[in-house]
């Protein structure tokens, strides 16, 4: 069914290569998501004489559909958006946030704190859905078409069915237990409790008269009408750890505008998404620190190279744990820590031939005084990437956390579990942890949706990933293979992942770093090898044509509109890919 869809889109297929620059000039835009169906979405309303920010919110509306397993309108997002004619660049966040009741002792039981693991199913880890909020706040300052055009490619996915792919049929194997509600069981399982095989043919019918119902009425019906009393419903009725969300919660959510949190790194303009995600600003430290380094003339092979960018996640990693969070509740020295001297102080720590032998936060200007904080997973997340026939820019990533959020659903649409990207207690070591839960407060998120301008002011390159907190590793990787190595976005998002958030850490197995792990022992590093579970998306600019990127370790794709038709950037598939 995909490759049928596809092929009624396009009139021409190439391959994507990192000669990819060689392709036709774009007339009518570029997207880049992590499922075909998506894509071609995104291709479908630009032909239409749609946005940059209309094609993302219909690649996300499409991704709700047929990526049940990460993203959707029961979940949240950031988009970064590059306005060509105004010349700015805007970020709009649509976290989820806390119910008003919530307090530190949310995920407490018996007076203890819950694992993380039993945190996660049920009502308790629900917080309110942001994603129709911030699409709406984002169409209406950067939309052309009709809001209710937007929705028909995903109301056509959920009414006529999809074909269940691989990605999907292996997450519903591997994690189909954390789905508990009964319209999830009967709807991805076979009676007799095995995961529907991959190509079976899924229709929604609940999702699509839900989608038609707010294509029609807007968000408000969402967040005030029939949706709004089910989700409270099931959340506050859950079997499983039941929550204390009420109407007014649905009702009081706003997405929000944010001053986009940008830097120079080199000769490029980076700018990315700021709190409460943490990666715009994390991205930002790593490449700082890294800046005294000549990474170009280490190049993409040498082992020094990889060990100067370990250390560099080690310490913006532990940054990001102490300081970053919800800027609404919290002091965050978002000035101190991007404060030249303060990063060159940073960067000091770092040498080429030794491996640091503690790694701590360290001192910026501003800092809140006694702060801990622990970094909390997500992995139910999507990325996706897009650019219009006028050069605006839009860039999202969108999660419902965990592989099938909470295991919760409401007409056809799984539920978050964003609250415990929170901290489960609200002390650590005796001091008051910065992402401790709070009624209305937004968890910190490691989403990093980045856009990248060059020297001459124009929009070089646009990427997110997902991965929970590996995203933003995997984000500052790209950029350096790009940025650095000029590599192609395909191969800088394709090569492997060295993964650093504390002393130690993983490089990805069977990559190209794999290798290297005598020379990076010799430089002390003490990592291991280790699959981890990456996605990425990416459109860059080069001799002013565009091309798409999208992670071989996915089912992603990257599809160009031109005069002659629709390109599919084909892209090589690892050899364990699909996997989530």
Known sequence: ?????????????????????????????????????????????????????????????????????????????????????????????????????ANGYWFYKDGAPLPHNDAVPGGRSVGVPGNLRMMALAHSQHGRLAWAALFQPAIALARDGFAITPRLHNSLASYGKAIISDWGRAHFFNADGSAKATGTILKNPEQAALLAQIAAKGPDYFYHGEPAHKLVAAVNGASVNPSQMTLADLAAYQAKQRP?????????????????????????????????????????????????????????YADRDAYLGDGDHIVIPQKGLLDPSYIAARSALIAPQTTMAEVAPGMPAGAPPRVRVAPGPEHGTTDMAVADAQGNVAEVTSTIESVFGSGLSVDG?????????????????????????????????????????????????????????????????????????????????AMGLIYTPYPGGVVEKGTQLEPMLPALAALGEQLRAAPLGLKANAIEQVGGRWSGAADPRSEGVAMSVTGQGTIIHRIERGPNAPHE
């Open 1 to 101: 069914m995909i490759q049928r869809l596809l092929l009624a889109l396009c009139a021409v297929v190439l391959p994507l290569s990192a000669a990819s620059a060689k392709s036709p000039a774009v007339t009518s835009g570029i997207v880049s998501a992590a499922d075909p169906r998506a894509a071609a979405a995104g291709v479908a309303i630009l032909r239409q004489g749609g946005s940059a920010a209309d094609a993302a919110i219909a690649m996300m509306l499409a991704l709700n559909v047929v990526e049940p397993q990460s993203s959707g309108i029961g979940g949240g997002g950031f988009m970064v958006h590059h306005d060509a004619r105004a010349g700015k660049v805007d970020s709009y966040d649509g976290r989820e946030a806390a119910p008003a009741a």
């Open 260 to 316: 986009p949190v940008c830097g120079t790194y080199r000769v490029y303009r980076v700018c990315g998404m700021g709190p409460p995600s943490s990666g715009g600003i994390t991205v930002l430290l790593i490449l700082k620190q890294l800046e005294r380094f000549d990474l170009a003339k280490l190049g993409k092979d040498s082992p020094v190279a990889w060990h100067l960018l370990a250390e560099s996640e080690r310490l913006a």
């Open 413 to 493: 649409t799984m539920l978050n579990n964003e609250l415990t990207d929170f901290d489960i207690e609200p002390t650590k070591n005796g001091y008051l942890a910065a992402n401790r839960v709070e009624g209305t407060k937004r968890p910190r998120s490691s989403m990093a949706p980045t856009i990248v301008y060059g020297p001459d002011g124009k929009v070089r390159i646009a990427l997110g990933a997902a991965g929970g907190s590996t995203i933003i590793a995997q984000v500052a990787k790209a950029l350096i293979g790009v940025l650095d190595w000029k590599m192609s976005a395909q191969d800088a998002i």
